[in-house]
Protein backbone atom coordinates (compact mmCIF):
# COMPACT_ATOMS: atom_id res chain seq x y z
CA UNK A 1 0.00 0.00 0.00
CA UNK A 2 1.52 3.13 -0.78
CA UNK A 3 0.23 6.66 1.01
CA UNK A 4 -0.13 9.63 -0.69
CA UNK A 5 1.54 12.88 1.24
CA UNK A 6 -1.57 14.86 2.27
CA UNK A 7 -0.98 18.66 1.70
CA UNK A 8 -2.79 20.96 4.06
CA UNK A 9 -2.29 24.60 4.71
CA UNK A 10 -0.75 25.42 7.77
CA UNK A 11 -1.77 28.57 9.53
CA UNK A 12 2.25 29.86 9.30
CA UNK A 13 1.67 29.27 5.83
CA UNK A 14 -1.40 31.13 5.25
CA UNK A 15 0.08 34.11 7.39
CA UNK A 16 3.12 34.29 5.66
CA UNK A 17 1.17 34.43 2.08
CA UNK A 18 -1.23 37.13 3.38
CA UNK A 19 1.67 39.29 5.08
CA UNK A 20 3.68 39.05 1.74
CA UNK A 21 0.92 39.74 -0.65
CA UNK A 22 0.11 42.91 1.77
CA UNK A 23 4.05 43.80 1.67
CA UNK A 24 3.94 43.89 -1.95
CA UNK A 25 0.93 45.84 -2.15
CA UNK A 26 2.52 48.67 0.30
CA UNK A 27 5.86 48.41 -1.48
CA UNK A 28 3.87 49.40 -5.16
CA UNK A 29 1.97 52.06 -3.08
CA UNK A 30 5.06 53.39 -2.16
CA UNK A 31 6.75 53.09 -5.87
CA UNK A 32 4.05 54.97 -7.56
CA UNK A 33 4.11 57.91 -5.20
CA UNK A 34 7.88 58.48 -5.41
CA UNK A 35 7.41 57.84 -9.29
CA UNK A 36 5.14 60.96 -9.05
CA UNK A 37 6.77 62.98 -6.38
CA UNK A 38 10.23 62.82 -7.79
CA UNK A 39 9.93 64.81 -10.28
CA UNK A 40 8.67 67.20 -8.63
CA UNK A 41 11.00 67.02 -5.93
CA UNK A 42 14.05 67.51 -8.30
CA UNK A 43 12.01 70.42 -9.63
CA UNK A 44 11.87 72.34 -6.63
CA UNK A 45 15.33 71.27 -5.87
CA UNK A 46 16.88 73.05 -8.69
CA UNK A 47 15.07 75.80 -8.33
CA UNK A 48 16.51 76.81 -4.74
CA UNK A 49 19.84 75.52 -5.90
CA UNK A 50 22.21 77.36 -3.79
CA UNK A 51 24.00 79.48 -6.73
CA UNK A 52 27.51 81.34 -5.98
CA UNK A 53 27.16 85.02 -5.53
CA UNK A 54 29.24 87.19 -7.62
CA UNK A 55 31.44 89.62 -5.68
CA UNK A 56 33.24 92.65 -7.37
CA UNK A 57 35.58 94.32 -5.28
CA UNK A 58 36.62 97.98 -6.11
CA UNK A 59 39.87 97.63 -4.12
CA UNK A 60 42.38 95.80 -5.85
CA UNK A 61 45.09 94.55 -3.15
Not at 11 to 37: P, Y
Request: proline content about 3%.
Amino acid sequence: MIHKPRKYFSLFGILIATVNRKLQSINCMIHTILLEEIPKITKLLQQKQIKSIKRYTTHNI
